[in-house]
């Protein structure tokens, strides 16, 4: 959302005493924004990919439930709040494992895999998901060869992908 201030971090993620309002120009060179991403993975082994809405740049295209972490937030508390606004599902900080991260030009994207979510129905936000799929891992790979997935999704996966194969691999029980 435009509006939302953002920490700004070093290239470790370590912040660096600035803050960044979200659609504000001249975000400082150098220097990043932690973004974080979760691969929900279900006990048949499927992952949650969402479509995006309409309005959102690489409108219709799929990804991973995403978004920036905000002022004074962890990347894993990021991750838990995005997963709930976009899709209704409730994850734990402590039932996610990060998979690896990714530098951009101006984000460090974080990808986490969650094993054991809650059951729940999905609740999709209209303003950011269009529409949700459970899929079988291969076709999230499928899915960017073919340019169903966005395009940052597509480079961000080649770097993770063998990563997170591994990491879906292994199923972990919901923290109680």
Not at 57 to 68: C, H, K, Q, V
Request: aromatic share 6%; net charge negative.
């Amino acid at each position: 959302m435009d509006g939302e201030l953002w920490d700004v971090t070093d290239a470790e993620g370590v912040p660096v005493g600035r803050v960044h309002r979200r659609g504000d120009p001249g975000f400082p060179t150098g220097l990043f924004h932690i973004v974080s991403a979760v691969c929900v993975v279900r006990d048949d082994g499927r992952v949650l990919i969402t479509q995006r809405a309409v309005a959102k740049d690489w409108a219709l295209s799929w990804e991973f439930p995403a978004g920036s972490a905000l002022a004074g937030e962890t990347s894993g508390n990021a991750a838990v709040r995005e997963l709930r606004e976009e899709t209704g599902l409730v994850a734990l900080p402590e039932s996610l494992e990060l998979v690896g991260r990714v530098t951009e030009a101006t984000a460090l994207l974080d990808l986490y895999v969650a094993h054991g979510v809650r059951r729940s129905t999905l609740t999709l936000d209209p303003k950011e998901v269009r529409d949700a799929a459970w899929v079988p891992l291969a076709e999230v790979r499928a899915r960017c060869e073919d340019g169903q997935m966005a395009g940052p999704w597509v480079e961000r996966l080649a770097v993770l992908w063998d990563a997170l194969v591994r990491a879906s691999k292994v199923a972990r029980p919901y923290p109680q």
